[in-house]
């Protein structure tokens, strides 16, 4: 039978309401603005250190110096050994480092066997894409493990996936989406059983901790993680910086050879960038109860105040075990993509989902994994250093008047 699709309508003209100096950032998740401090940093290094830091002449030997002193404050808050911290250019190349060590790692090991990587359903684009890239080369099979409403992921289910030729199991600490906190320990504790009862290495165990990183334990100790990424741009560093722990003895394979990060990284380290990082990532772990307490009373009135003003909305995302910036809403019905828009030409920086996914108009695919009747994707707003309860109650009324202009223009194509 063939289906009959009724057209989106969609607005044909915005108008902008917010000149640029009152506009609102809430889209902290995706990129966050770079402190004074890191900046100040960057400069200072690029003034001081333009030799390049592989060089054995005095001023290559100071520009490394200041490359380690920046590895060693990485490692002190990840509760590790300078030499299990490897740059990259960011947490998409870190994540795809820790997939690839892993299938890599185990087809040496198993020569014939084809090592399978467990994925949660709600990963990051980079994982999912980076794991996916490995099946389409011929290199391993990819599983998902499936989650409950709030993106959970299933412990038993994780049980029951773990077979002899398990890698590597992948799933993000905090979800970059919604915010929902995974249950890392408790994953790794799974796995390690697994190794005893298979007398196995494997399977490892990989987080990408991007959003984690200022508020929660990252300490690689206690985690009993084997790899773990985090990234500059999260915390008020520099864009363009990936920190990528692997636990001692662990095998890396390089997805850019060369001899730079001990032969694991190859490509010249942005000297200036990394000790930006190193900066923004020490201020931010210092302030980090502070800022979750402040950040999570904000998110907490913001989801009242969305909860008591827009009728039928849907907050995605665990209740209360999430991380304190990101609150994830859905309007059933609405074009979600149009709605970011709409929030645009009030002033108002928000996104739909992953800056490194999709396109306008596509279902979030990490949205979707929640299974939830009628909703198809979200908006998300992520709060930071600049947001205040009053930018908040403003997006709130702006938000309002939005749907009241939208109600013509809801999303009816799905009947």
């Given at each position: 039978m063939a289906r009959t699709l009724t057209k989106k309508k969609r607005p044909t003209r915005v108008t902008q309401r917010k000149s640029a100096a009152k506009r609102v950032y809430l889209d902290y998740a995706a990129a966050t603005p770079m402190r004074k401090e890191a900046l100040a940093a960057l400069v200072a290094y690029e003034k001081k250190h333009p030799e390049n830091p592989s060089s054995i002449h005095r001023g290559g030997v100071f520009a490394r110096r200041a490359i380690e002193e920046a590895r060693q404050v990485f490692a002190e808050g990840l509760s590790a050994h300078a030499d299990e911290i490897i740059f990259t250019s960011n947490a998409t190349e870190a994540n795809m480092t820790a997939l690839t060590s892993a299938v890599e790692g185990f087809r040496a090991a198993f020569p014939g066997k084809t090592p399978e990587i467990l994925?949660?359903?709600?990963?990051?684009?980079?994982?999912?894409?980076?794991?996916?890239?490995?099946?389409?080369?011929?290199?391993?099979?990819?599983?998902?493990?499936?989650?409950?409403e709030y993106g959970t992921v299933s412990l038993k289910a994780l049980r029951e996936l773990i077979t002899p030729n398990t890698a590597i199991v992948s799933v993000m600490y905090a979800n970059n989406e919604f915010g929902t906190i995974e249950p890392v320990k408790d994953i790794v504790k799974v796995a390690v059983r697994a190794r005893k009862e298979n007398q196995l290495r494997y399977p490892l165990v990989h987080t990408d901790a991007c959003q984690a990183a200022q508020f929660l334990d990252i300490a690689s100790s206690r985690l009993n993680i084997d790899f773990l990424t985090i990234s500059g741009a999260k915390f008020y560093g520099p864009k363009g910086v990936g920190v990528l722990y692997v636990r001692r003895g662990g095998s890396v394979t390089p997805v850019i050879p060369g001899e730079q990060e001990q032969g694991r990284r190859g490509g010249t380290e942005w000297g200036a960038g990394i000790v930006a990082a190193a900066t923004a990532f020490a201020l931010a772990r210092d302030a980090s109860e502070k800022e979750?307490?402040?950040?999570?009373?904000?998110?907490?009135?913001?989801?009242?105040?969305?909860?008591?003003?827009?009728?039928?909305?849907?907050?995605?995302?665990?209740?209360?075990?999430?991380?304190?910036h990101i609150v994830n809403f859905s309007v059933p019905g609405m074009a979600h993509d149009y709605l970011a828009l709409a929030l645009d030409a009030e002033g108002f920086a928000v996104s739909t989902g992953s800056a490194c996914t999709g396109t306008l108009g596509a279902d979030s695919r990490v949205i979707l994994a929640l299974k939830k009747q009628g909703v198809h994707g979200g908006i998300r707003v992520s709060l930071g250093s600049d947001t205040t309860a009053q930018s908040l109650k403003e997006f709130v009324s702006a938000l309002g008047r939005i749907l009241a202009r939208m109600e013509p223009y809801a999303d009816v194509s799905d009947i």
């Open positions: 994925i949660s359903s709600i990963e990051h684009a980079s994982v999912h894409e980076g794991a996916l890239a490995l099946v389409h080369a011929g290199k391993a099979i990819v599983r998902e493990i499936p989650g409950d979750e307490k402040r950040l999570r009373k904000l998110s907490g009135a913001l989801t009242a105040d969305l909860m008591r003003r827009v009728p039928g909305v849907i907050i995605n995302g665990h209740p209360t075990d999430r991380v304190p």
